[in-house]
C-alpha cells in the first residue's frame, strides 16, 4: 500500500549532474527519515545519504560536498542533487523510507525499485 517510485537517474559523462527524485505514496501516517543508497555491479549497497525530518542530513563520506539531500515534507518526496560525478558513482541508486502506516504501532522501511546512473569517463 506504500510505494517510492524514483525518477531521475541517467547516463552522464563525468563532472556532469543529475537529480534524482523519489516520491512516496499510498496509505501514510508519518515519514521519518528518508534517504539513498546505492549498489555498484559486484558491491554491497551503501547509505549514499539521508535526512530526518528534524531536518537533520548524513552523507558518505565519498560523496560530501558533491551530493544534497533535501525533502519535499508537503508532497513526501526526497531528492538527491548530484554534482562532479565521477566514474566511481555509478550505481543503481535506491530511495529508501522509514514510513508509519496509519493503525500500526512500529514504523517500518520501505525502499525503491532502484534508477540507475552511469558516469562515463
Known amino acids: 500500500q506504500v510505494q517510492l517510485v524514483e525518477s531521475g537517474g541517467g547516463l552522464v559523462q563525468a563532472g556532469g549532474s543529475l537529480r534524482l527524485s523519489c516520491a512516496a505514496s499510498?496509505?501514510?501516517?508519518?515519514?521519518?527519515?528518508m534517504g539513498w543508497y546505492r549498489q555498484a555491479p559486484g558491491k554491497q549497497r551503501e547509505l549514499v545519504a539521508a535526512?530526518?525530518?528534524?531536518?537533520?542530513?548524513n552523507y558518505a563520506d565519498s560523496v560530501k560536498g558533491r551530493f544534497t539531500i533535501s525533502r519535499d515534507n508537503a508532497d513526501n518526496t526526497v531528492y538527491l542533487q548530484m554534482n562532479s560525478l565521477k566514474p566511481e558513482d555509478t550505481a543503481v541508486y535506491y530511495c529508501?523510507?522509514?514510513?508509519?502506516?496509519?493503525?500500526?504501532?512500529?514504523?517500518?522501511?520501505?525502499w525503491g525499485e532502484g534508477t540507475l546512473v552511469t558516469v562515463s569517463s
Open positions: 529508501n523510507a522509514n514510513i508509519r502506516v496509519p493503525g500500526r504501532y512500529f514504523d517500518r522501511d520501505y
Open positions: 499510498g496509505n501514510i501516517f508519518r515519514i521519518n527519515a
Open positions: 535526512g530526518n525530518s528534524g531536518g537533520s542530513t
